[in-house]
């Protein structure tokens, strides 16, 4: 069974970095991951869009974060990463790794996962 399991939230100070990792596992020889990334939510808040990166390594980022976080794969690992610099306050959510997955043969979608989350928190 397909799981994501996201590290590396924490209590951080404004201007500060963190890096997260999100490790998929329980993935068989016959699906692979086209996009992994990366969705946070703030309390009272709808999810929003952090960044994603598809197999080939193209990249999209949410506005809020553009230039200031980077997100990399490591597909033999089945790795997500996101690399925050100069976080802020309002970089202050739940951070939520995502990936689809698809058959090889066939090529099509099989499904999406979600991990549980981890907390970042940017505070003085």
């Known amino acids: 069974q397909v799981q994501l399991v996201e590290s590396g939230g924490e209590l951080v100070q404004p201007g500060g970095s963190l890096r997260l990792s999100c490790v998929a596992s329980?993935?068989?020889?016959?699906?692979?991951?086209?996009?992994m990334g990366w969705y946070r939510q703030a309390p009272g808040k709808q999810r929003e869009l952090v960044a994603t990166?598809?197999?080939?390594?193209?990249?999209n980022y949410g506005d809020a974060v553009k230039g200031r976080f980077t997100i990399s794969r490591d597909n033999a690992k089945n790795t997500v990463y996101l690399q925050m610099n100069s976080l802020e306050p309002e970089d202050t959510a739940v951070y939520y790794c995502?990936?689809?997955?698809?058959?090889?043969?066939?090529?099509?979608?099989?499904?999406?996962?979600w991990g549980q989350g981890t907390q970042v928190t940017v505070s003085s």
């Open positions: 995502y990936a689809d997955f698809w058959t090889w043969i066939p090529s099509r979608k099989f499904n999406d996962h």
């Open positions: 990166i598809n197999r080939g390594s193209t990249t």
């Open positions: 329980g993935i068989s020889s016959k699906i692979y991951s086209n996009t």
